[in-house]
Nanobody
Framework: QVQLVESGGGLVQPGGSLRLSCAASGNIFSIVDMGWYRQAPGNQRELVAIINSGGNTNYADSVKGRFTISRVNAKNMVYLQMNSLKPEDTAVYYC??????????????WGQGKQVTVSS
């Protein structure tokens, strides 16, 4: 079907920056929305940022002004630039894609998750 492969993440000090990337491949006619979610221990998975095929974006209030989501439609890739990171940003970050397949079926897919740890 469709695979989402994430890269980036890791350990960074408070105030630092990290960049996450996600590449989608497989039976893809187009991708409607691409987004990033995160889940910290003991918490539910939450939306961080989302971008549609037209480039319109939406962010969680907690990351506005610090994180930037972008995508390259021709490459089926989405990125999350994270600046001014805080310890509370520590979580596993998941890529999500709302995919329109050839044949016009529509499904949502998740990446495997990347750990982001913000600590001194």
């Amino acid at each position: 079907q469709v695979q989402l492969v994430e890269s980036g993440g890791g350990l960074v000090q408070p105030g630092g920056s990290l960049r996450l990337s996600c590449a989608a491949s497989g039976n893809i006619f187009s991708i409607v929305d691409m987004g990033w979610y995160r889940q910290a221990p003991g918490n539910q998975r939450e939306l961080v940022a989302i971008i549609n095929s037209g480039g319109n974006t939406n962010y969680a209030d907690s990351v506005k002004g610090r994180f930037t989501i972008s995508r390259v439609n021709a490459k089926n890739m989405v990125y999350l630039q994270m600046n001014s990171l805080k310890p509370e940003d520590t979580a596993v970050y998941y890529c999500n894609a709302d995919v329109l397949h050839y044949g016009m079926r529509r499904d949502a897919y998740w990446g495997q998750g990347k750990q982001v740890t913000v600590s001194s």
